[in-house]
């Protein structure tokens, strides 16, 4: 017998008899204000909202927060003259010295003040993570509650690849003492647009 | 690794010889229970969202073979290979040969606690693999040559000054740096080189889709990603307890997983993997190693619910104040104590004994098992299964044919009272553990009883 | 209501003044007690070693003792949480199941069954003017639900703190963590000596530094073990079983 076909035996002989799945699995979150509370539990866990009407103010905030700065690349059209860096490349590795990476999410989440991100955003799937610093463009409107709701309206194997970004990386590993930057972005900011 | 010389009782004793140090051990693991607790009182419905995560998993395991099965065969269609392995050996094996085949002699690995269990790191070194592991703490912890002490803050036993000097050593921090800031930069940079250099990167699995033959990865670091979309191959370690039927589930398990374990919303990435990356490879390894065994236990086969949170940790009164070093196994506290026996009966007769049965455990876990009931009934399989030292079955014995004879419980409360009375020294010494730290209680002249029977009647 | 009166074989021999206090107290109440004379102990320091197959012969002797009585009541958690899970009786397993749905800890049978809180006429008229410090004992917190568990997202209440606002001049200190082990865990505290007489002194601790002058609780046990450590450090502070204090006068 197979490993497989060895395990497989095993664990038929050994299951319980069949439980029914529970009937609630969703529950309602109520917000007075949905992205009041996705900008305050962002600022919770290291990151930082701003709000703005289009994308001339995503711009004005860039050119002003990240003057100087160089290896910029984005996905938006809209802010592609920030860009210096062009993101249609083979090798993701060459995404090493990227400072600031600018791509739009999907979708967000009041709760944890996660945002969906997958392979129709991300040209590379290491994008949000090798980059130095990351900002993340989200229109309002796709704001939703709760993870309930947020699986309910995501396809997650749309593509091969997504994943809930929740901040800047982080780690508390020594002594408890919480250090914002670990080994993906150090920095994430959210542009809520209108 | 081997702390299998000492057992639970006896390194605790160790490890509160330094009564500063476990004040502070305990006090930093009691913050992270707060944490959670600031948490979880924010979500009115966490109490039925429990309950919810209980009954999916109480299906699962009903389930397993059929669930299995069904997520085999979309993880093979999205292009995942999918590799069986019934225990530690083949597991191990197994990786070596993939990582073999691939060409390469380096892996960089995110957090995998079955891998510690299958002491992978190990095996893989015997046999010329060089590993890097790339959680932070994992990371320290593999420098200094010990095992984690804690599922998901795996250097909570060291403080700064512990990291400090590791990285002096291994690399080249300044000497008696402890800023946790400079420290965790040092570690960035240099594990960086390792994330850009590694052609072959293992990560666990938090949770697996048998609806659509996908699987969950949760980091605060980012070390997952950087490894596995960096690398060529991505191989993922999973116990096969791991899967979950539906997508939707995840919404439950996904709300309660961080609040549980740090009192965090969420993690900060929570990577979903489908297909490997265009002319790159994903490899599964679906891993036994007792589970099934475990399964068939009625009692305890609910320990395989657990989605390693470590909540049950943080809050056991015992596991911080002795240490996960102190539970001589890949997983410590509460969780660890009902997984180990399964494994091994001899080596871990102690564990289920590491407890007052106080019931915290059971309270804080997200998937509600009754982990401080599994501790009672593992303490009498074991008993009866004879790993209790003769001395005690003996004492056992005596004490119950004592107690459940009336004039014998009389008389030996009688002797008993009269020895602290008239002979305390026969009490008050150290050889009589209680004596160590406390005063023996004041024996009255008279039982209740005795009192009793002299009031008048009415 | 017939009651018969449970007293655990440590409070019989080292705590009886505990066991005078709880008797007092329950026929203040109205109760009719007995005391069954051959009583001797629930079993449970050989079912929590492992050893519960050997806790047959208490078994038997606990029915034989306890079968007669409309409620059976006892100044202790632990051993009233073991018999409501554990008592087992092949040769009489109807007594043995009136007994297990009728066995109480005593705060919960003055709250549930005599419903003492809510009656107009306080009968205890019980004073203690000292600053006491609670201890929730594991067993009869998250065993029979006397209180609130700090884990849960579940609405406050708690049955001892009820009767002890019962009592005038008592002022209840809050503690820094409000229900954690006091590490005696039955014969825990001499197999893990180490960890059980940390977590005492921990205990101790709290209650000190949040001015407790009396630690009381539930289960004398736990008091026992938490006296234990306080004696050794020659504090001043005693401990007083719940029914000590809803008896208490000037």
């Known amino acids: 017998m197979t490993a497989r076909e060895t395990i497989l035996a095993n664990i038929k002989a050994n299951q319980p008899d069949l439980q029914p799945l529970p009937t609630q699995i969703r529950f309602q979150t109520m917000y007075p204000d949905l992205a009041k509370q996705f900008a305050d539990t962002l600022a919770f866990v290291g990151g930082l909202a701003v709000f703005v009407d289009d994308y001339a103010a995503i711009d004005a905030y860039i050119q002003e927060h990240y003057a100087g700065v160089t290896g910029i690349a984005t996905t938006l059209p809209e802010l592609a003259h920030l860009a210096d860096f062009d993101l249609d490349i083979t090798d993701p590795h060459d995404l090493a010295h990227l400072n600031l990476a600018i791509i739009d999410g999907q979708l967000a989440v009041a709760e944890n003040a996660a945002i969906w991100v997958d392979e129709r955003q991300l040209p590379h799937r290491v994008l949000p993570m090798i980059t130095q610093y990351l900002a993340i463009v989200v229109r309002q409107s796709t704001l939703v509650a709760n993870m309930h709701d947020a699986y309910d309206r995501l396809t997650v194997n749309e593509t091969g690849f997504g994943t809930f970004i929740s901040g800047p990386s982080k780690t508390a590993d020594i002594e408890q003492s919480l250090v914002i930057g670990a080994h993906g972005a150090r920095g994430l900011t959210v542009f809520m647009l209108e | ?458 | 209501m017939n009651v018969g009166l449970f007293i655990p074989c440590y409070v019989d021999q080292f705590y009886p003044q505990v066991a005078r206090a709880t008797l007092t107290l329950l026929q203040k109440v109205g109760c009719d007690v007995h005391y069954p004379l051959d009583q001797t102990c629930c079993g449970q320091p050989m079912a929590n070693s492992g050893y519960a197959h050997l806790s047959g012969g208490c078994d038997a002797n606990f029915v034989r003792n306890f079968a007669p009585y409309d409620y059976i009541v006892s100044p202790s958690g632990s051993c009233t949480l073991h018999i409501k899970q554990h008592l087992h009786d092949a040769n009489h397993d109807t007594e043995a199941r009136h007994i297990r749905e009728r066995v109480y800890e005593l705060t919960e049978f003055l709250t549930d069954v005599i419903q003492l809180p809510g009656l107009t006429e306080n009968p205890l008229q019980a004073t203690f003017p000292h600053r006491v410090g609670l201890h929730q004992s594991c067993h009869g917190q998250r065993g029979l639900h006397l209180s609130q568990m700090s884990e849960l997202v579940a609405a406050p209440y708690s049955k001892p703190r009820q009767l002890l606002n019962m009592v005038a001049g008592l002022e209840l200190v809050t503690l820094d963590r409000s229900d954690e082990c006091c590490g005696f865990g039955g014969t825990f505290c001499v197999v893990e000596e180490a960890v059980s007489a940390k977590m005492g002194k921990d205990r101790v601790a709290d209650h000190l530094r949040n001015g407790a002058e009396f630690i009381t609780g539930v289960d004398v046990s736990c008091l026992m073990h938490l006296e234990g450590i306080l004696k050794r450090a020659g504090s001043t502070v005693k401990v007083k079983h719940m029914a000590e204090i809803l008896t208490a006068t000037l």
């Open chain 2, 1 to 458: 690794m081997n702390q299998l010389a000492l057992d639970h009782p006896d390194a605790s004793t160790v490890f509160n010889k330094d009564e500063a140090r476990v004040d502070w051990h305990d006090e930093t693991l009691w913050f992270v229970r707060t944490k959670r607790d600031r948490a979880v009182q924010q979500i009115p419905e966490w109490e039925q969202l429990r309950e919810a995560a209980s009954q999916i998993k109480n299906h699962v395991l009903s389930n397993l073979h059929d669930l299995l099965i069904d997520f085999e065969a979309r993880a093979i269609a999205n292009g995942i290979t999918v590799h069986w392995a019934t225990d530690a050996a083949e597991h191990n094996a197994l990786i070596h040969r993939i990582i073999t085949e691939a060409g390469a002699t380096q892996l960089v690995k995110s957090k995998s606690m079955l891998t510690e269990e299958c002491h992978l790191n190990e095996y893989l070194t015997q046999n010329g693999i060089d590993v890097i592991d790339s959680d932070l703490g994992e990371r320290i912890v593999q420098m200094r040559g010990e095992p984690p002490s804690h599922i998901v803050l795996p250097a909570i036993h060291l403080k700064k000054s512990d990291v400090g000097d590791t990285f002096h050593k291994h690399l080249g921090t300044e000497k008696g740096a402890t800023d946790p800031q400079y420290l965790t930069e040092a570690a960035r940079q240099h594990l960086r080189e390792t994330f850009l250099s590694r052609k072959v990167a293992l990560t666990g699995v938090n949770f697996a889709i048998a609806e659509t033959g996908g699987f969950v990865v949760c980091t605060n670091e980012g070390n997952a990603d950087m490894g596995v979309h960096l690398a060529d191959v991505h191989i993922a370690s999973m116990g096969f307890e791991k899967i979950i039927p539906r997508t939707e589930h995840l919404g439950v398990f996904l709300r309660l997983l961080a609040r549980s374990a740090t009192g965090q919303p969420i993690t900060t990435f929570s990577s979903h993997f489908h297909k490997p990356q265009p002319g790159k490879q994903i490899h599964l390894v679906i891993v036994d190693n007792g589970r099934s065994r475990q399964l068939g236990r009625p009692d305890f086969r609910n320990s395989l619910k657990c989605i390693r949170c470590a909540a049950c940790l943080n809050t056991c009164p015992v596991y911080r104040r002795s240490g996960g070093h102190s539970y001589h196994s890949a997983i410590a506290g509460p969780i660890g104590s009902i997984l180990a026996p399964n494994l091994d009966m001899r080596q871990n007769a102690d564990l289920p004994f590491a407890s007052t049965l106080c019931g915290s455990c059971s309270n804080v876990c997200p998937v509600k098992i009754d982990i401080h009931e599994q501790l009672y009934k593992w303490r009498q399989v074991l008993m009866q299964e004879g790993y209790g030292p003769t001395a005690k079955t003996v004492a056992m014995r005596t004490m119950a044919t004592v107690l459940e004879s009336p004039r014998l419980y009389r008389l030996a409360g009688r002797v008993g009272r009269g020895t602290l009375r008239f002979a305390p020294v026969l009490a008050e010494n150290s050889l009589n553990p209680w004596y160590q730290q406390r005063e023996m209680p004041a024996p009255p002249a008279q039982s209740f009883r005795d009192w009793y029977i002299n009031q008048p009647k009415p």
